[in-house]
């Protein structure tokens, strides 16, 4: 079966223009998770959303930062006027159910690099 | 203090033998989970674990929830587990995020 997939797999941007990176979790996972890794950095969560709840956002590190799900399935990242800061990997996960209770699946991610 | 620690931070093996990582952490949770990720950057889900022990494989993971510790094992290990560990930890308290530990590399020389 189809895994969780990623759009773009790579996005080269100039500082202050708008990205949005595409997140396709897998078919019946309810809960989403958005991370980004930068470079030498560890992972860090970023957004969750679990079914029709509101979303986690506590992650987020700005409010450049959104995201959206819609009809509980795709999800869009968005970053408004990026900053070279702005540049690493965004990954994103689905899982059955929360994240105490089920493994989550990673996408391939998606590498941002802000010049 | 970070809430959740890895040990060692970099490891190198021969072939055949077997690997312990250590992940300790100071805060609860409801699962701690043990992820891979290779050069190329792909994360595989290993263990999610709450309790006891779980084993797939070559790959075994204990946790200790009074000692707040988590150790992953790789018996018979292969250069083709080369990759980087990383333990995260599981909120008990509704906030699903999870908090990563800063993972351990490891390299298995044939």
């Known amino acids: 079966g189809a895994g969780v997939s990623q759009s773009p797999s790579n996005k080269v941007t100039e500082k202050g223009k708008d990205v949005e990176l595409r997140c396709d979790p897998i078919?019946?996972?309810?809960?989403l998770y958005w991370y980004r890794q930068s470079l030498g950095q560890g992972l860090e969560f970023l957004i969750y959303f679990q079914g029709n709840s509101a979303p986690d956002k506590s992650g987020l590190p700005s409010d450049r930062f959104s995201a959206e799900r819609t009809g509980g399935s795709v999800s869009t990242l968005t970053i408004q006027r990026t900053q070279q800061e702005d540049s690493a990997v965004y990954l994103c996960?689905?899982?059955?159910?929360?994240?105490?209770?089920?493994?989550?699946?990673f996408g391939p991610g998606t590498r941002l690099t802000v010049t | 203090k970070n809430e959740v620690e890895q040990s060692p931070q970099n490891l190198t093996a021969q072939e055949g033998e077997f690997i312990t990582i250590n992940c300790s952490y100071s805060v609860g949770i409801s699962a701690l989970h043990w992820l891979q990720q290779h050069p190329g950057g792909g994360i595989v889900s290993l263990f999610m674990?709450?309790?006891g022990k779980k084993k797939h494989g070559r790959l075994i993971a204990t946790i200790n929830i009074q000692e707040k510790h988590s150790s992953l094992h790789i018996t018979a290990s292969h250069p083709r587990d080369s990759a980087v560990y990383i333990c995260a930890l599981a909120s008990p308290f509704g906030n699903e995020k999870l908090t990563f530990g800063t993972g351990t590399r490891l390299t298995i020389i044939p």
């Open positions: 996960a689905s899982s059955f159910d929360r994240a105490g209770k089920y493994e989550q699946y």
């Open positions: 078919s019946g996972h309810t809960a």
């Open positions: 674990l709450s309790s």
